[in-house]
């Protein structure tokens, strides 16, 4: 088993203040990838919105989140130590799983095969999705 990624939290405000963190990180690369396409500052201020940025922080904050990647044994083993909900998605009869476990007693996990790195991207999305979304969204 081995892990990927670096987020890992103790509490939803551990999570809630890094998501914050990684605003500025961010704002810049969307400013950057607009100079890269070359945006006026008319185009940039049309097309670039708050939900750009909104849209970039979620992705990267989703990006960073460490995920445990091993064998069916290693995750039925962690499960049976995990106090809390687990919504495991895929076939069970594969040899392989990546999971997350969230701040607030849930966790989410993924079977896979052979793509190691598109089951931990695709983890991670739904884990920002499920776990994470309304934890950070204070409006």
């Known amino acids: 088993m081995h892990t990927v990624g670096t987020f890992t939290f103790e ?13 500025p990180a961010a704002q810049t690369v969307v400013r950057e990838v607009a100079k890269a396409m070359e945006f006026d500052r008319e185009e940039y201020d049309e097309r670039v919105t708050g939900g750009v940025v909104e849209t970039a922080r979620d992705a990267l904050f989703a990006n960073l989140l460490e995920v445990r990647v091993g064998s069916r044994e290693e995750f039925d083993d962690w499960r049976e130590t995990y106090d809390g909900a687990v ?9 392989r799983v990546v999971w997350h476990a969230g701040p607030d007693g849930e966790a989410v996990a993924a079977t896979f095969q052979n793509e190691e790195d598109a089951a931990v991207a695709t983890l991670r999305r739904q884990a920002f999705g499920r776990l994470y979304r309304d934890l950070v969204d204070r409006s």
């Open 11 to 23: 509490s939803v405000d551990d999570a809630r203040t890094q998501y914050e963190s990684v605003g």
């Open 87 to 95: 919504e495991t998605v895929g076939h069970e009869d594969v040899d």
